[in-house]
């Protein structure tokens, strides 16, 4: 056999055998590129997804700091308020303790000699008078003051009366007002012919005032220093019975003794002369 005839039989089947291995490799590189693109895809694919997470969480962080920056400014509101709030509470049971104070202290405290004076005058008619020292206020009981429904003290309230006047004229009360101020008790008025003159409790407790203020004037005390209020059932200072009883403390007309102008206004100033009128040439 020739040379060429034995390189033919060794070169074809090598030929053929190359062009297999070629074939065969050409798919796997067809399908490793397409394989390759499909990754290249979604890798991009993954790539703006991350991007966009990221852009959202920056997003959504931007926010978060920018709330809790409100936060903060918030608490420090809250802060301030609670700190503003115990101020207030603070300021509020000062005020209160002032007040419990004030309320516990005197009205008006008396002169020494004329508070003495009409603790003697009180002691001396127990049955019609009482004297509150702490307050600078005698009392007129009115079931021994008044007869049932009247207005005018009776003979015995009047003797007192006059006893009581040269107190508040003297030099230690002259410069003292005296307000005279009506109480009742809950016990609506029944019989007809009171109610034409007392209509109700509130025009009884007036009366009764200004029945006390004219034996006042009467014995000689300056009408410029006497005040009549009537302050009706509205102001007791025990509880009334039920079932319209009422109660006797409640029934008495107060002697307020405190300082000259309370609730006046200011005095007008007084008119100024007239000038007689310059005769005239007839």
């Not at 509205?234 to 009334?240: A, I, Q």
């Amino acid at each position: 056999m020739s040379m060429r005839n034995r390189l033919g039989k060794f070169i074809l089947p090598t030929v053929v055998l190359t062009a297999a291995i070629l074939s065969a490799g050409c798919d796997d590189v067809q399908q490793l590129k397409a394989a390759n693109a499909r990754l290249s895809e979604r890798c991009e694919t993954l790539e703006g997804e991350n991007d966009r997470l990221l852009m959202e969480r920056d997003r959504l962080q931007s926010e978060l700091d920018g709330q809790n920056v409100l936060l903060e400014e918030q608490k420090k509101k809250v802060a301030g308020l609670e700190d503003a709030n115990r101020l207030l509470t603070d300021g509020l049971e000062q005020l209160r303790a002032e007040y419990r104070k004030l309320a516990n202290l005197p009205r008006h405290r008396l002169p020494a000699k004329l508070n003495t004076a009409l603790q003697e005058f009180a002691a001396a008619n127990p049955n019609i008078v009482e004297y509150d020292v702490e307050n600078g206020m005698v009392k007129f009981k009115s079931d021994f003051t008044f007869a049932p429904g009247e207005a005018a003290p009776n003979a015995e309230a009047t003797a007192m009366i006059a006893k009581l006047v040269p107190i508040l004229d003297s030099p230690e009360a002259k410069d003292l007002a005296v307000y005279v101020a009506g109480h009742t008790d809950d016990m609506r008025i029944s019989r007809p012919e009171t109610r034409r003159r007392h209509p109700n409790n509130w025009y009884l407790s007036a009366h009764r005032a200004v029945g006390i203020q004219k034996e006042l004037a009467g014995a000689g005390l300056d009408p410029t220093r006497i005040c009549v209020m009537g302050f009706g059932e509205y102001h007791p200072v025990e509880p009334n019975k039920p079932n319209q009883k009422g109660n006797a403390a409640n029934r008495r007309v107060e002697l307020w003794i405190v300082p000259s102008g309370s609730f006046l206004t200011a005095a007008a100033p007084a008119a100024a002369p007239e000038t007689p009128e310059a005769p005239t040439s007839e």
